[in-house]
T-cell receptor
């Protein structure tokens, strides 16, 4: 089955540590995205990548880094510089459908930093 | 820039009640419109979409009609079930303005009581 995999589902870290969240897709989509969601809030775009070896900052990129070495993979590193890293992180990928882009989401990773 | 405005939540209904969640948008181009649903602890799922004026998207009993004259895409369902309890996000894709990025509303929490 085609889809987006995020692992792990739950992640716990101590303050001051970097942590990398995994996102893999087998949909053959060119574009991939990382969003952050806080309780009761909407989605905020962290980074996105429209093609391999290229990525752009979203609205809240500070304290995060990404890489896009393979089409299938778009890992997100939450660095110790991110002041409030505890959140639900969603990865998505998209394909162009002739007039617009449709995004498909993974199941998310809930990160807790104490 | 583009924006999406959803009715403020949360919305609480009894089972079998009629549902309307309002969504209006502003866009510089000619966008495609989407409704996504997020069940507790999960990622977003594409519920329905419409790509041009007067198109009606439908899925699982939910419907929304693309109204260009009122720049709206309201979500409706004739008889909600407890299993419809979730957060609903309205979104638009406007490649001319935003490339592959989607613009999301803030989300509307729906709770359906038995």
């Amino acid at each position: 089955d085609g889809g987006i995999t995020q692992s792990p589902k739950y992640l716990f870290r101590k303050e001051g540590q970097n942590v990398t969240l995994s996102c893999e897709q087998n949909l053959n989509h060119d574009a991939m995205y990382w969003y952050r969601q806080d309780p009761g809030q909407g989605l905020r775009l962290i980074y996105y990548s429209q093609i391999v070896n290229d990525f752009q900052k979203g609205d809240i990129a500070e304290g995060y880094s990404v890489s896009r070495e393979k089409k299938e993979s778009f890992p997100l590193t939450v660095t110790s510089a991110q002041k409030n890293p505890t959140a639900f992180y969603l990865c998505a990928s998209s394909t162009y459908m002739g007039q617009s882009y449709e995004q498909y989401f993974g199941p998310g990773t809930r990160l807790t930093v104490t | 820039g583009d924006s999406v405005t959803q009715m403020e939540g949360p919305v609480t209904l009894s089972e079998e009640a009629f549902l309307t969640i309002n969504c209006t948008y502003t866009a510089t181009g000619y966008p495609s419109l989407f409704w996504y649903v997020q069940y507790p602890g999960e990622g977003l799922q594409l519920l329905l979409k419409a790509t041009k004026a007067d198109d009606k998207g439908s899925n699982k009993g939910f419907e929304a009609t693309y109204r260009k004259e009122t720049t709206s895409f309201h979500l409706e369902k004739g008889s909600v079930q407890v299993s419809d309890s979730a957060v609903y996000f309205c979104a638009l894709s406007d490649p001319e303005a935003s490339g592959s990025r989607l613009t999301f509303g803030e989300g509307t929490q729906l709770t359906v009581n038995p």
